[in-house]
Structure formats: structure tokens, C-alpha cells
């Protein structure tokens, strides 16, 4: 093998940008720039997997096809039956196929899982609608999250690896004066993988949730088996079967990242976590399962659990684009994004609007005539809302309704014009005092606001610091025009290692967090023990091991 | 502040070290490198601490003064009193002093720590003589262990520590062009500290086993707690007063890095461990106190435990050296070294020895002989062995002559010609049969060398690898002429994350670990979790949070 320029030229270029921060992007957002008729194409692709075995994957000799995928959109099954394997099976081909793997050198790992983002990134739109008809998501949505996003995420994680296996010579000569002679020992650095890999996908990101933990697994040596949520596979069957593929053709053995189905009924996570030959487990999902995976003992952990996002309004340049980007932020895949703002804190004492004032009850009606003025327009708010992934998102909005807080704007359902049948509502947006903790310290996953009235910011900065320490945070979105505020804020904030993202207006949303310059999840609050991709994120999967000996 | 441009010669020195990994120190190990009489003032600066209080701590109102260090080579109180606290002062002191060093620039932290080292420098002699009379090492090993080679471990984790800092920009301003417009975001990418550290010292290597969790703490912005062993804690104490006058010089808070000092009969390294204010811990000694600080939730934690180490014979070109170096290596310091060699595999068919063969019985004898011509030289077996730091040692050697086990050579009690009471003994060798486990798998810390006869070298190869992987490694050595052999030793002793040192003769041993080019640890099994200084150990001690605001 040689490393094709290429691939070498991406990686490169991918490494700069985790150095430089700035903007970069490998894979152009824009699915135009995958075909003009990449959409309508993508689309038949995608209604080809149905009701079908997806035979995709270079795994042989299933034991049995699990199928319970449910399009969000359509409410019918999308058919799709994927292989499931005995959970040994699966382990032993992966340790096997780790045997070879780990000592392919980090050159050549780096143009095979490059060529992978490659190949996969002329599947976007057929990936876009498999994300779309799996999550729920709106179609732009799915296919940047899923596409280019995500192939980012992953290249961030295979140009962090890269660097940190590349950290340290192979080999040297010490060579050291011992007064009349010399001592000298030849040297030589190896990275150890730790172990077989095990990455746990969720139902609302299947894709840009898990592919940097696999990269990431991968890229230092590690085999990888993913064990996707059961109501969310086909988008990282893709996936896996185009990193099949890469392995393959370039005579490396396709099992070293294996896809392993199970179902809701005899779900395999457990069995395989708890396996002494798994030794890296990656993790997207509720906290609960979350706070089990990083119990195991002997095993390196990575999670993303639940957070309680915060939003601090203390005093704004001009209301309007503020209410327009807060409604946004709250409406957009209404509500099922882990960088979703929840929990909207804003003074009794209302607040400063450039040089006038605005009282609390006009801020909360301006907040409330935003986020209407989404769910009215009936085209935008299919396209922001998406639909509803899991029927449960939908029995908590109707269980909240009944709790004895001020309604400020009901959830009612949303029409979609291509989908009849589509699980989509507008959010319910609560008004809550601060003493109500009780309902507001909770993750309400969904097109769930609350906008809680507080005493001042004083008091709005220590509840979302509270909230972050105690539960977790992913984001923080901060709207001030003081700069002392604004330092307390951050100082607060980051106290709890929680990042705030300060008077966000126009085209940027405190959801969205971008490879090469965002650290996603800082790892430091409970909302999860790991980020992508700082050091530490592909650090902890190998172990440096330096043999010597005389020269 | 100003970065002094010799501490920045000396950092950037440093870093370049780390990189190259080629022989590098920064402290000479030349006792007359630091001063021609520098070992006699040495001495007498040691012997005016003796039977007085500690004084050179900037730590006021102490609730209590404590004392039980006994030296090995005299068996006499050192009468030292040491200031003791309540632990909620010392953290409540910890918090407020990090709170000023959190927000000290890495170059201005990076300093003050390199003054730091050259101030301990300048009292390498006392500090030598204050770790012979604690640990019980012979003089030229306390000077160079506390000395220079601590001193250069230190300067390593600053050095890796302030990279690690460094290697994001901290302001960028992030471009996206959206087609007709761009989004535009100033970021700010801030290392905030994990918070308190503790750092638990052992009673055998009192600073070079302390300073690397020390320093990596205090480089990344976090106040440090040194917790010593009650009966080692002159060297210690002396290093972190030395780091408190650099702070205090610098105008810093010199409670940021605190002497916590307890007594045997009131150990309080489990309240520090468990209160919520400290994150990170590091902590040298035992298995099961080591197990406990790695199940603590919440914590961050840095172990090196015990392990047992082991020798392959399997073929040598002269045995003569190889038994010269193996008598050595377990001698010194008489097998109180982490790094020390403990069961040597022989095979029962004995090895090639260049063009001849050697028998099983040929291949004991000459390690019983080289085992034994240290011991029957006066001179070089106080030297080498030093004395024992622990009275359980003792019983140790005694209880193991009563197993069933073929004494090959007993252990006999060494005179010091300086000290006649000198707790000092030679190293107890038995031969073993491979079937022995439930006596060779355990740590049998101090000089105890078991020789332990095996079928043949891949049964030596599977031993080895079961010790390391259920009882941990942090050293193997071999010895082989053959390549093929070689590399089966090196692929299974890597599988299970342990440095081979090949061949060792002459004047390098398996025991020694060089800073800027050794990892000490592997971290990859139960010896230890952690790894001196690769760029893990400091990455898990902050965090990166990446602030965001419309520009």
C-alpha cells in the first residue's frame, strides 16, 4: 500500500484545521455539490432498500434478519431486514480481524478510512433520506448531519489520531555519556490499540453521533463493532458497508468494523460492553444506560448522556433578531438535538433593549410570538420540526400540559404537505417561575421551552451553572450587552465546563457545533465524559510501549 | 511577568526532548556537578533539620506538629516535626489559591515551576540525604532518584503540559461563507483545570514518584495537595517548600501547591481523596489502596501500583554479562523498585550460550553465583542494597523461607560500614517449579529473586504474559539471540502493554527508566493506570471549552 496523494492532502489539510480552528470543511454542506440530481436519485436509492434484506454488509452466515425501522413521516415500516449474528460470533471475527489491523501503520489506516469518507460521501442522499426516514429529521437537516457534517467529524478524528500516533519517533538510538564510555539502547515507540471497540449509536443521530468514536477506534488500531439504535440502522449500514468496502479493496479484512443489529426485544449492548475483550465503548443516549457504561470497570468510556441547556437573557442590542434565533434554535428537529436550548432564564426585572427597556412579560411575548410565528407558518415549520422519532417524545409534551404551569403556546400538530401520516407538532412552551426546579431540572427531550422567570441575571447565571453541575450541559446561550455580565457569565459557565455561545443572531444557532473548531461536549459536566476530537478523545485508545534494547 | 529566556531555553529544550526522545538531561547526575562540596554541606544541612519543626512552609497556623520518620541506616527517630492541618483548611486554602492560579498564563506558569526546579536544584545534596535517611537507598541512588532524574521527570510534565496547552489557538475569528453572506464568529478556546489535585506519596521513592502528578497538576492550572508517606516525607517537604518560595517570589499564592502532612494512627488521604472540591488524583503504592482511589467517581486518577516483573532467558551470547546486569538489577536498592526484576524464567532444557549450551542447573548456578558475589562484597553490597525502609519487608524475607521452596541462596544480614545498624540484608533466592503460581504470582516487594524453572521459553512467554495481565507489569526484561523469538516475546508482552528491554548488559538495567525517552508505566495494565509522560497524563487534568460570540 502507499498512501495515495490525495488521501494525504486531506489529511493534511484536516490536521491544519484542528490546529488552526478557523473555518474548514472537507465536504461541502451543499447537496448540489454531490450531483444535481443527487436528491432524486438519492431518493430511489433509498426506496430500493425497502422491504428488502440489505445485503450490503460483508458478514456472513447471519443466525437471524431483525426489521423494525418506522419512518417518523410515513408511521409505516421501512422493511428493511438487517443480518444479527451471536454476539460471539461477532466478538471473535473482531478480534481476529484486530490481529491484522493493528499492525497496518497509521499511514496506511489513514488512506483506507479516508477512502471510506470518500466513497460514503457519494452516498449522501440516499444516506439523507435513510437519516430522514429514521430520525425523523427534516431532509436539509438529515442530510447535513448525517453527510458532510458528519464524514467532517470523522476526518477530524482520523487527523487527531494520525497526529498523536505520528507524535513520537518509531525508532531511536539513546545514546547517553557515561563519563569514559557511552551507554546506547536502540528504541522503539509503538501505540497498542487497547482492544476491540464497541460504538452505541442513538435513534436521532445515527451517523454524526457514532462516526467519530469509530474513526477514532479505528484510526488508532483498534477493530470497531457498531451496535446501532434498533429504530435507526440503515444510515450507519451505509456506512459500515462503505467502510467494508474500503477495507476490502484494499485486501484488509472487512470485519474489522462490523455492524451489530439487534432488537428492542433482546437487545445485545449489555452482553457486549460487559465482554472482557471489548475495551473501548462509545456512547450516545439517555444518562441512565449512560452512567452504567461508565461504571464497567476496565474499560475506557466515552459518553454524550443528557444535558439541560440554558439560556441567560440579561440585555440585548435589539430584541428582534434575538427572539428570531431563539425561536429557531428551540423549533429546529424540534427540540431532539442534545445542543438544544431548553430552559430560557429571563429577569422578573425585565431587560435592557439597546438604550430602552423591556419588561419581562414583553420579552416572554415576544419569545412566545417567535416561536408562533414558526408553528403558523405551516411550510417552515415542517421544515424546521421534522418530525417526532419516538412516540414516548410525544406522550411527555402531553404529560407536561398537565402540569400546573402557565401554557404559554400549546404543541398542536403540524402538517406535513408530502407526508399525511407525519408525527409532527409545534413545541409547547411553558412559563415557570424559579422555584418550580423541579420541573425545569429535568431533561425534557423535545419541542419542550420553558422560559423561566428569575429574580436578575444574578440569579439566572446561578441556576443554569446549577443546572450544568448537576445534570449536565452541552451548550449555553448568553445574550448580553454588559460586558461584566457577560465575563461573569463565561467565568460561571465555564466553572462547570460548559461553553457559551454569546448573542448569537442571524444565520448561527447555538445548536450547531462544527468539526475542526468546535470541541463538542466538553467532557466536563454530566452531560458526557468525552468531546470530539480533543487529544484526550483519541489518546486514551491506544497505549504507548517502548521496547529496548543494546545497541 | 516576564517568561525569564533561560527558563524558556530550558522549556523549549525540554519539549524538543520529549519529541526526539533521545538521551536528554536537564539536571546532571554528577553529585559535583551541583558543587565540589556539595554532598558534605549536603549533610550538614540534612543534620541540622533533625529533632526541630519544619519551618519552611508557607502554610501558617497549624493545628498540630507530627513526627515518625525513622531512618533505615540508623533506626533512629529523625525527631523532624511537620505542621498538620485540618483537611478543610487545607482544601478551603487549595481553592482559593487556584482560583488565582487557574487564570496565570501557561508561559507565566511555565516560569515559575522551572524556578521551581532550579531552586530544588541547588539542594539535590540535602535532598539526597533526606531520602537515604527516609526511603533507605544508598546515598549515590537517593542523590540521582530525588535529584536530577526527579528534576527531569518534573520538567517533563511541564514540558508535555504546557504543549498541550499551547496547541490550540486561544482567540480565532471562524469565516463560513453561507453563499451571499458569511457567518462570522469570534472563539475563544480556554484550558480550564479539572480543580484541586492530591498527589499521594510512597514511602521508597518520595519525589520522583510524586513530582510528575505534581507538576502535570500545577502546569495545567489546578492547586496541588502532596499527601507523603508519614515515614518519607523530609525529601518532599523540602520540594514543596522550594515550590512555594518560587510562587511567593513571583507574587503567586504559594498555597497553591500544599504539604499535607498526616501520622500513621490518623491517615486522612481518604477524606482529601473523597471530598467533592478535589478532582484529580495520583498516587503511588499498594493494589488494593490503589484500587480503591480508581473507584472513586467523579475523580480523575493516576495510579502506580504493584506488579510483578519478569526476566525470559532464552538464549544469550555470553552469560557471563547477562548474570552480571540480572545480579544487579535485582539487587539494587535491594528489589524495593517498582521496576525491579522479580521472576526469572529459565527453561528446564536449558539455553544456547553463544555456539555452547548451558543446563537448566548451569544457568541457576551462575545467577547464584553473580546473585551471591554482590552480596559477599562488603563494600558493593551496602552500596547497592542499601538498607530496608519497612519492617513488613523483613517479615516478608523471613515468611518465604518457610514455604516449601529450594533456598538457592538465604538472605544474610549486611553491615554498613558507616551505620552498624543499618537494617540492610542480602537477597533471598529460591527456585520455583512453573506450577508454583500461588507463590510467584504475587508482588514479593524487596529482595526476594525467585528463579523459576519452565518447560521452555513459550512457556517462560505465557507466564510472563499471565503475570503481567492479572497482576500488571511495569518491566520485562530478555534475553535472546534468536529474532523469531525475540518478536514473539515483543507481540506478547505488547499484547499486554509492557516494555521489553532486550539483551541489557553492561551499565544499564532494566530497573532504570530515563525521562524525556522512557514512559515509566504503561498504563495498558493492573501496575498502574497512568503513564509518566505521555500526553494523556496531562490532557485528564483540564478540560477545553470553546466560547463563541457573533463577531
Known amino acids: 500500500m502507499a498512501f495515495s496523494s490525495s488521501n494525504k492532502t486531506i489529511l493534511d489539510n484536516a490536521i491544519k484545521a484542528i490546529h488552526e480552528r478557523i473555518f474548514f470543511a472537507q465536504y461541502p454542506e451543499h447537496p448540489k455539490a454531490y450531483g444535481e440530481d443527487g436528491a432524486v436519485k438519492g431518493l430511489e436509492l433509498f426506496n430500493a432498500f425497502l422491504n428488502k434484506e440489505f445485503t450490503e454488509l ?30 460471539g ?39 439523507a433520506y435513510a437519516t430522514m426516514h429514521t430520525t425523523g429529521q427534516a431532509f436539509m437537516m438529515s442530510f447535513q448531519a448525517s453527510g458532510p457534517h458528519a464524514n467532517d467529524r470523522a476526518l477530524e478524528a482520523i487527523a487527531m489520531g494520525y497526529e498523536e500516533l505520528s507524535r513520537f519517533p ?38 454524526w453521533n457514532s462516526v467519530p468514536g469509530m474513526y477514532a477506534s479505528l484510526i488508532t488500531g483498534n477493530a470497531v463493532i457498531v451496535k446501532p439504535h434498533p429504530k435507526a440502522i440503515l444510515p450507519i449500514a451505509i456506512v459500515v458497508a462503505e467502510i467494508q468496502k474500503a477495507l476490502a479493496a484494499k485486501g484488509l479484512d472487512p470485519l474489522t468494523c462490523q455492524l451489530a443489529v439487534d432488537t428492542s426485544d433482546k437487545l445485545i449492548t449489555k452482553e457486549l460492553c460487559e465482554h472482557p475483550l471489548v475495551k473501548l465503548i462509545d456512547y450516545t443516549g439517555g444518562s441512565a444506560f449512560g452512567e452504567y457504561v461508565e461504571s464497567l470497570k476496565d474499560k475506557v468510556v466515552f459518553t454524550e448522556k443528557a444535558g439541560v441547556n ?30 438544544a436550548p431548553q430552559n430560557i432564564f429571563i429577569p422578573a426585572t425585565g431587560i435592557k433593549n439597546g438604550d430602552a427597556h423591556l419588561s419581562y412579560e414583553e420579552v416572554v411575548n415576544a419569545l412566545k410570538e417567535g416561536i408562533a ?10 421544515g424546521t420540526y421534522g418530525t417526532i422519532q419516538n412516540e414516548m417524545t410525544l406522550k411527555r409534551v402531553n404529560s407536561l400540559k398537565k402540569m400546573d404551569a402557565v401554557v404559554l403556546l400549546d404543541s398542536q400538530n403540524v402538517s406535513h404537505a408530502d407526508f399525511p401520516n407525519a408525527r409532527s407538532i409545534s413545541p409547547l412552551v411553558l412559563e415557570l417561575d424559579s422555584k418550580d426546579f423541579g420541573i425545569y431540572e429535568n431533561e425534557l427531550f423535545g419541542p419542550i421551552v420553558l422560559l423561566i422567570k428569575t429574580k436578575n441575571t444574578d440569579e439566572s447565571i446561578s441556576l443554569a451553572k446549577d443546572m450544568t453541575q448537576k445534570h449536565g450541559a452541552i451548550t449555553c ?41 468546535d470541541f463538542h461536549v466538553t467532557g466536563g459536566n454530566p452531560a458526557g465524559n468525552a468531546s470530539f476530537t480533543n487529544p484526550e478523545y483519541v489518546c486514551k485508545r491506544f497505549v504507548w510501549v517502548g521496547h529496548r534494547r543494546v545497541a
Chains 1, 2 share one sequence.
Not at 95 to 105: C, D, F, G, L, Q
Not at 312 to 322: C, G, K, L, T, W
Open 477 to 517: 446561550a448568553a445574550y448580553s450587552t454588559d460586558e461584566s455580565v457577560t465575563a461573569k457569565i463565561i467565568e460561571e459557565m465555564e466553572s462547570v465546563f460548559a461553553p457559551v455561545s454569546l448573542n448569537l443572531t442571524g444565520m448561527i444557532w447555538v445548536n450547531q457545533h462544527a468539526a475542526f473548531s
Open 58 to 87: 460483508q458478514q456472513d452466515s447471519p443466525s437471524n434478519w431483525a426489521s423494525e425501522e418506522v419512518s417518523p413521516f410515513t408511521q409505516e415500516k421501512l422493511g428493511i431486514k438487517y443480518p444479527t449474528y451471536d454476539v
Open 373 to 382: 410565528g414558526i408553528a403558523n407558518n405551516p411550510k417552515m415549520a415542517a
Open 170 to 207: 518509531q525508532n531511536v538510538v539513546w545514546d547517553k555519556p557515561m563519563g569514559k564510555m557511552n551507554v546506547v539502547l536502540h528504541k522503539e515507540f509503538k501505540a497498542i490499540p487497547k482492544g476491540i471497540g464497541v460504538v452505541i449509536g442513538c435513534s436521532t443521530f445515527p451517523i
Open 89 to 127: 460470533k461477532t466478538l471473535i471475527r473482531s478480534a481476529r480481524a484486530m490481529n491484522s489491523w493493528k499492525n497496518v501503520s497509521a499511514d496506511d489506516r489513514a488512506d483506507v478510512l479516508i477512502d471510506s469518507l470518500e466513497r460514503i460521501s457519494k452516498r449522501f442522499n440516499e444516506i
Open 310 to 339: 440554558s439560556v441567560i437573557i440579561d440585555s440585548v442590542a435589539d430584541i428582534n433578531p434575538v427572539v428570531q434565533n431563539l425561536a429557531f434554535a428551540v423549533s429546529l428537529y424540534s427540540g431532539q438535538m442534545c445542543t
